[in-house]
């Protein structure tokens, strides 16, 4: 009688578990670029940069009002009707030079890399910032890419001003457990990556 009422409790306890693992899943979404080919063995591309919450594919007026509103959480002081600078054409071309030269390397260097980039009222990128890098070859290839871009200018009370975004990302190793999906473009996770074309 007493392990009838123990393995009751304890599936009732694994199942409690699992409903909050699921819950933290489902809740748990970012969005990354997948390796240009699949590695031996595998038909399915792992992620190989997995960035933040903001899909790469979209523009700022793309973007809904809760990925604005995570957008603008990366700012101190941004007041209400204010927009922070966003590439025209999305982060991924940004994210893409990342992971090619990530996976040019062999995918040996692994950590986040991070950049402020100042982008001036008319949407130009003035500098870049290397905050944090695991590899300085893959840092000066996203910088070049980042200074080639446009921008939408950042909005300070009504009207274009100069201000930084911070571009951030995690280089993830081929040993990645991250997922395992075989869904392209999501996965398991609800993570949102683009394959690299």
Do not use: W
Not at 138 to 163: F, N, R
Not at 164 to 184: K, Y
């Amino acid at each position: 009688m007493f392990s009838t009422k123990f393995s009751t409790a304890l599936l009732m306890c694994l199942a409690a578990i699992s409903f909050e693992r699921s819950a933290f899943a489902a809740d748990t979404v970012h969005y990354g670029v997948k390796e240009s080919q699949p590695r031996v063995g595998t038909t399915v591309p792992k992620e190989i940069v997995k960035a933040g919450a903001i899909p790469l594919n979209k523009s700022y007026s793309e973007l809904t009002a809760e990925q604005k509103e995570a957008l603008n959480a990366e700012y101190d002081h941004m007041a209400p009707g204010d927009e922070p600078p966003f590439p025209v054409k999305g982060l991924f071309p940004i994210y893409k030079a990342i992971a090619r030269a990530h996976e040019t390397l062999d995918l040996a260097n692994r950590g986040e890399i991070s950049f402020n980039v100042l982008i001036d009222s008319q949407g130009n990128p003035k500098s870049v910032e290397i905050v944090h890098t695991p590899n300085d070859e893959i840092a000066q290839v996203a910088v070049t890419t980042i200074m080639s871009q446009k921008y939408k200018p950042a909005v300070c009370a009504g009207k274009p001003c100069s201000m930084q975004l911070p571009l951030h990302a995690e280089l993830i190793g081929s040993t990645s457990n991250i997922s395992d999906s075989n869904t392209p473009g999501v996965f398991s996770t609800q993570v949102h990556s683009i394959p690299g074309k």
